[in-house]
């Protein structure tokens, strides 16, 4: 598992590396990088061998400050980890450049903490949601004040559509790090019973047979953000799964916020999302 762990050097952005730490102490094939953006601008009065010059050696500074910083958060000790990279990138738009770095590079998982937002937030966007929204790279979302603790519970938020790939694509992070799995899934009235009987049917295989089922009635009173917040809250699982779709017509993506990006606002635990 290669994770790619973004960071700016604030206390908010060290609940990702916790995230990334405690991961390394359940499974031995966690490999990281630490990335951190930053945009070099060249006053014309340099020439441009001063300014690779003054680019080279801003860029060893970083790594050690990075270095540094990693260690506050979570010491010296780094045997856990498979591997272990520090990554100073130049970059003039800080969102595209980790999506970018991260496709080309072959990053499993993008790892990045959040404290939420207000609502002028949240209208207007933030670095998480547009990761979220545009990576084809599956993106951990990690509350700010997340703290160490093993993953026993995944709970997987499932539209039953697509149901048997998804659960191949959670498994490649669950067969790293050795942990239960719970399907979660809200009924609905205007679904096609025989789907859903067939997809009800398929946890009876054996493939499937220890992955636990929780169907619940669809209540129209709150929003799916809303019921998924309080299910979490009381049953209190170490990870939440889903998956969101990223094609949306123009008005979509004006009027209709991404499920996606609200519960990375709302739950208190970390969120793993991926790409439909």
Not at 50 to 73: G, I, M, S
Not at 251 to 266: D, M, R, W
Request: with cysteine; glycine share 2%; proline share 3%.
């Amino acid at each position: 598992m290669k994770l790619l762990v973004t960071t700016d050097f604030s206390t908010n952005s060290k609940g990702a590396i916790r995230f990334a730490y405690s991961l390394a102490k359940q499974s031995k094939a966690v490999e990281v990088v630490f990335y951190h953006g930053v945009r070099f601008l060249q006053p014309t009065r340099w020439s441009d061998d001063f300014f690779a010059q003054y680019k080279k050696e801003e860029t060893e500074r970083l790594v050690k400050k990075l270095d540094q910083f990693v260690t506050t958060v979570i010491g010296k000790k780094r045997t856990n980890f498979a591997g272990i990279h520090y990554v100073i990138a130049p970059s003039s738009d800080t969102e595209k450049d980790i999506i970018t770095y991260a496709e080309k590079n072959k990053i499993d998982y993008i790892c990045i903490a959040t404290r939420g937002a207000g609502v002028v937030r949240k209208i207007m966007g933030t670095h998480t949601s547009h990761i979220v929204n545009n990576a084809k790279t599956p993106v951990l979302v990690v509350p700010s004040h997340y703290r160490l603790k093993p993953l026993k519970k995944v709970t997987y938020l499932s539209d039953f559509d697509n149901l048997s790939k998804e659960i191949k694509k959670i498994s490649l992070f669950l067969d790293t790090v050795k942990c239960n799995l719970e399907v979660l899934h809200y009924s609905s009235i205007g679904l096609d019973n025989k789907k859903f009987e067939r997809n009800k049917m398929q946890f009876n295989k054996a493939a499937l047979k220890n992955i636990k089922l929780n169907v619940i009635k669809n209540n129209l009173e709150f929003s799916l953000v809303e019921r998924v917040s309080q299910y979490v809250s009381k049953t209190k699982p170490e990870l939440l799964v889903m998956f969101t779709k990223k094609e949306k017509s123009f008005f979509e993506s004006i009027f209709l916020p991404s499920k996606s990006a609200e519960l990375t606002y709302t739950t208190k635990v970390p969120v793993l999302i991926y790409s439909k």
